[in-house]
Protein backbone atom coordinates (compact mmCIF):
# COMPACT_ATOMS: atom_id res chain seq x y z
CA UNK A 1 0.00 0.00 0.00
CA UNK A 2 1.14 3.57 -0.72
CA UNK A 3 2.24 5.78 2.25
CA UNK A 4 3.15 8.84 3.01
CA UNK A 5 4.18 9.66 6.22
CA UNK A 6 4.14 12.71 8.65
CA UNK A 7 6.53 12.83 11.55
CA UNK A 8 4.16 14.85 13.65
CA UNK A 9 0.24 14.98 13.18
CA UNK A 10 0.15 17.91 15.94
CA UNK A 11 2.83 20.28 17.48
CA UNK A 12 2.84 23.60 19.55
CA UNK A 13 5.61 25.93 19.26
CA UNK A 14 6.79 29.05 20.63
CA UNK A 15 7.70 32.13 18.40
CA UNK A 16 10.89 32.25 17.40
CA UNK A 17 11.39 28.62 17.56
CA UNK A 18 13.02 26.48 14.72
CA UNK A 19 10.58 23.92 13.86
CA UNK A 20 11.38 20.53 11.27
CA UNK A 21 8.94 18.84 9.79
CA UNK A 22 9.48 15.53 8.56
CA UNK A 23 8.24 13.21 5.43
CA UNK A 24 8.79 9.92 4.21
CA UNK A 25 7.97 8.11 1.40
CA UNK A 26 7.91 4.12 0.70
CA UNK A 27 7.05 4.42 -3.14
CA UNK A 28 10.54 5.76 -4.86
CA UNK A 29 9.02 8.57 -6.15
CA UNK A 30 11.06 11.02 -8.00
CA UNK A 31 8.59 14.66 -7.04
CA UNK A 32 8.04 15.67 -3.33
CA UNK A 33 5.95 18.18 -2.21
CA UNK A 34 4.93 20.93 0.90
CA UNK A 35 1.90 22.44 0.69
CA UNK A 36 -0.25 24.54 3.48
CA UNK A 37 -3.63 24.41 3.89
CA UNK A 38 -5.51 27.49 4.95
CA UNK A 39 -9.23 27.81 5.28
CA UNK A 40 -11.03 29.74 2.20
CA UNK A 41 -7.32 28.98 0.64
CA UNK A 42 -7.32 26.10 -0.57
CA UNK A 43 -3.61 24.44 -0.49
CA UNK A 44 -0.37 26.48 -1.70
CA UNK A 45 3.01 25.17 -2.35
CA UNK A 46 5.82 26.28 -0.51
CA UNK A 47 8.71 24.01 -1.93
CA UNK A 48 9.01 20.63 -4.22
CA UNK A 49 11.62 19.10 -5.39
CA UNK A 50 11.88 16.92 -8.27
CA UNK A 51 14.54 15.26 -7.43
CA UNK A 52 17.35 14.13 -4.41
CA UNK A 53 19.38 17.46 -3.77
CA UNK A 54 16.93 18.90 -5.94
CA UNK A 55 14.47 21.65 -4.85
CA UNK A 56 12.40 24.14 -6.14
CA UNK A 57 10.37 27.88 -4.30
CA UNK A 58 6.53 27.31 -5.04
CA UNK A 59 4.14 29.90 -4.48
CA UNK A 60 4.80 31.23 -0.54
CA UNK A 61 8.77 30.13 0.53
CA UNK A 62 9.00 32.72 2.35
CA UNK A 63 9.65 32.11 6.04
CA UNK A 64 10.58 28.26 4.86
CA UNK A 65 13.26 25.79 3.88
CA UNK A 66 13.74 22.19 3.01
CA UNK A 67 16.46 19.68 2.82
CA UNK A 68 16.21 16.69 0.88
CA UNK A 69 19.25 14.44 1.10
CA UNK A 70 18.10 11.17 0.26
CA UNK A 71 15.15 9.94 -2.19
CA UNK A 72 12.35 9.09 0.84
CA UNK A 73 12.79 11.79 3.19
CA UNK A 74 11.74 15.49 2.44
CA UNK A 75 12.35 18.02 5.24
CA UNK A 76 10.13 21.50 5.43
CA UNK A 77 12.15 24.17 8.00
CA UNK A 78 10.76 27.07 9.77
CA UNK A 79 13.76 28.95 11.05
CA UNK A 80 12.04 30.96 13.02
CA UNK A 81 8.66 30.04 13.88
CA UNK A 82 5.95 32.95 13.68
CA UNK A 83 2.45 33.40 14.86
CA UNK A 84 1.16 33.94 10.85
CA UNK A 85 2.52 29.97 10.40
CA UNK A 86 0.12 28.69 12.44
CA UNK A 87 -1.01 26.55 9.67
CA UNK A 88 -2.05 22.54 8.57
CA UNK A 89 0.91 21.52 6.13
CA UNK A 90 0.77 19.13 3.78
CA UNK A 91 3.23 16.58 2.02
CA UNK A 92 2.54 14.84 -1.19
CA UNK A 93 4.65 12.86 -3.24
CA UNK A 94 4.24 11.21 -7.13
CA UNK A 95 6.27 9.44 -9.72
CA UNK A 96 8.00 11.92 -12.37
CA UNK A 97 5.89 11.41 -15.69
CA UNK A 98 6.02 13.24 -18.70
CA UNK A 99 3.34 14.51 -19.66
CA UNK A 100 2.90 15.78 -15.78
CA UNK A 101 0.24 13.51 -14.97
CA UNK A 102 0.86 11.60 -12.24
CA UNK A 103 -1.43 11.50 -8.97
CA UNK A 104 -0.09 13.25 -5.92
CA UNK A 105 -0.23 10.75 -2.45
CA UNK A 106 -0.37 12.52 0.28
CA UNK A 107 0.05 12.30 3.72
CA UNK A 108 -2.10 12.77 6.58
CA UNK A 109 -0.54 15.99 7.59
CA UNK A 110 1.02 18.08 10.35
CA UNK A 111 -1.17 20.82 12.22
CA UNK A 112 1.22 23.35 13.94
CA UNK A 113 0.53 25.99 16.32
CA UNK A 114 2.91 28.81 16.80
CA UNK A 115 2.17 30.34 20.11
CA UNK B 1 -0.98 31.99 -15.19
CA UNK B 2 -3.42 29.12 -14.42
CA UNK B 3 -5.77 29.28 -11.54
CA UNK B 4 -9.03 27.71 -10.54
CA UNK B 5 -11.77 28.67 -9.06
CA UNK B 6 -14.01 26.37 -6.91
CA UNK B 7 -17.98 28.42 -6.90
CA UNK B 8 -19.36 27.98 -3.06
CA UNK B 9 -17.17 27.26 -0.19
CA UNK B 10 -20.12 25.31 1.13
CA UNK B 11 -22.73 22.92 -0.37
CA UNK B 12 -25.18 20.91 1.22
CA UNK B 13 -27.28 18.02 0.19
CA UNK B 14 -29.91 15.38 1.45
CA UNK B 15 -29.13 11.85 1.13
CA UNK B 16 -30.01 10.72 -2.52
CA UNK B 17 -29.79 13.80 -3.89
CA UNK B 18 -27.38 15.29 -6.68
CA UNK B 19 -24.13 16.17 -5.93
CA UNK B 20 -22.85 19.04 -8.18
CA UNK B 21 -19.62 20.89 -7.06
CA UNK B 22 -18.64 23.69 -9.45
CA UNK B 23 -14.65 24.44 -10.86
CA UNK B 24 -13.65 26.64 -13.44
CA UNK B 25 -10.18 26.81 -14.69
CA UNK B 26 -7.97 29.62 -16.66
CA UNK B 27 -5.27 28.31 -18.85
CA UNK B 28 -3.50 29.66 -21.31
CA UNK B 29 -2.40 26.25 -22.58
CA UNK B 30 -4.31 22.58 -22.86
CA UNK B 31 -4.92 21.70 -19.37
CA UNK B 32 -4.91 18.98 -16.77
CA UNK B 33 -7.53 19.15 -14.78
CA UNK B 34 -8.09 16.96 -11.07
CA UNK B 35 -10.32 16.54 -8.66
CA UNK B 36 -9.00 15.10 -4.75
CA UNK B 37 -11.10 14.77 -1.87
CA UNK B 38 -10.17 15.05 1.76
CA UNK B 39 -12.06 13.25 4.70
CA UNK B 40 -11.65 14.55 8.07
CA UNK B 41 -8.69 14.77 9.52
CA UNK B 42 -6.82 12.99 6.23
CA UNK B 43 -4.88 13.74 3.49
CA UNK B 44 -6.40 13.93 0.19
CA UNK B 45 -7.03 11.35 -1.96
CA UNK B 46 -7.35 11.44 -6.04
CA UNK B 47 -10.76 11.11 -7.52
CA UNK B 48 -10.31 11.68 -11.29
CA UNK B 49 -8.31 13.64 -13.29
CA UNK B 50 -8.74 14.81 -17.17
CA UNK B 51 -6.03 14.53 -19.08
CA UNK B 52 -7.13 15.39 -23.11
CA UNK B 53 -8.46 11.88 -23.13
CA UNK B 54 -12.20 11.43 -23.10
CA UNK B 55 -14.20 14.54 -21.74
CA UNK B 56 -16.50 12.75 -19.28
CA UNK B 57 -14.11 10.93 -16.58
CA UNK B 58 -15.38 8.47 -14.41
CA UNK B 59 -13.56 8.25 -10.69
CA UNK B 60 -14.15 6.01 -7.33
CA UNK B 61 -17.16 5.69 -5.44
CA UNK B 62 -19.59 6.86 -8.10
CA UNK B 63 -18.18 10.49 -9.28
CA UNK B 64 -18.12 11.55 -12.29
CA UNK B 65 -16.42 14.80 -13.99
CA UNK B 66 -16.85 16.45 -17.12
CA UNK B 67 -14.16 18.45 -19.34
CA UNK B 68 -16.12 21.57 -21.26
CA UNK B 69 -13.85 23.61 -22.90
CA UNK B 70 -15.64 26.08 -24.13
CA UNK B 71 -17.03 27.20 -20.63
CA UNK B 72 -13.55 26.00 -19.17
CA UNK B 73 -15.31 24.31 -16.59
CA UNK B 74 -14.56 20.86 -14.82
CA UNK B 75 -17.56 20.19 -12.58
CA UNK B 76 -18.25 17.30 -10.26
CA UNK B 77 -20.88 14.81 -10.12
CA UNK B 78 -22.92 11.91 -8.62
CA UNK B 79 -26.14 10.93 -8.43
CA UNK B 80 -26.93 9.87 -5.27
CA UNK B 81 -25.42 11.46 -1.99
CA UNK B 82 -24.13 9.04 0.06
CA UNK B 83 -23.50 10.26 3.70
CA UNK B 84 -19.73 9.01 3.42
CA UNK B 85 -19.44 11.70 1.16
CA UNK B 86 -19.22 13.96 3.49
CA UNK B 87 -15.89 15.72 2.82
CA UNK B 88 -14.04 18.53 1.89
CA UNK B 89 -13.15 18.20 -2.45
CA UNK B 90 -10.88 20.07 -3.99
CA UNK B 91 -10.23 20.60 -7.90
CA UNK B 92 -6.86 21.13 -9.35
CA UNK B 93 -5.16 22.50 -12.85
CA UNK B 94 -1.48 21.75 -13.91
CA UNK B 95 -0.28 21.74 -17.82
CA UNK B 96 1.54 18.68 -19.31
CA UNK B 97 5.44 18.63 -19.31
CA UNK B 98 8.22 19.53 -17.34
CA UNK B 99 7.74 20.01 -13.49
CA UNK B 100 4.67 22.04 -13.73
CA UNK B 101 2.85 22.89 -10.27
CA UNK B 102 -0.58 21.97 -9.35
CA UNK B 103 -2.45 24.29 -8.33
CA UNK B 104 -5.46 24.10 -6.32
CA UNK B 105 -9.04 25.47 -5.64
CA UNK B 106 -10.32 26.85 -2.14
CA UNK B 107 -11.93 23.74 -1.94
CA UNK B 108 -15.64 23.20 -1.35
CA UNK B 109 -16.92 21.23 1.53
CA UNK B 110 -20.15 18.87 1.06
CA UNK B 111 -22.14 18.48 4.12
CA UNK B 112 -25.07 15.11 3.37
CA UNK B 113 -28.07 15.11 6.00
CA UNK B 114 -30.32 12.50 6.39
Known amino acids: DVKVTQSSRYLVKRTGEKVFLECVQDMDHENMFWYRQDPGLGLRLIYFSYDVKMKEKGDIPEGYSVSREKKERFSLILESASTNQTSMYLCASRFQLVLNTGELFFGEGSRLTVL | AQSVTQLGSHVSVSEGALVLLRCNYSSSVPPYLFWYVQYPNQGLQLLLK??????LVKGINGFEAEFKKSETSFHLTKPSAHMSDAAEYFC????????????FGAGTRLAVHP
Open chain 2, 50 to 55: YTSAAT
Open chain 2, 92 to 103: AVTSPGGYNKLI
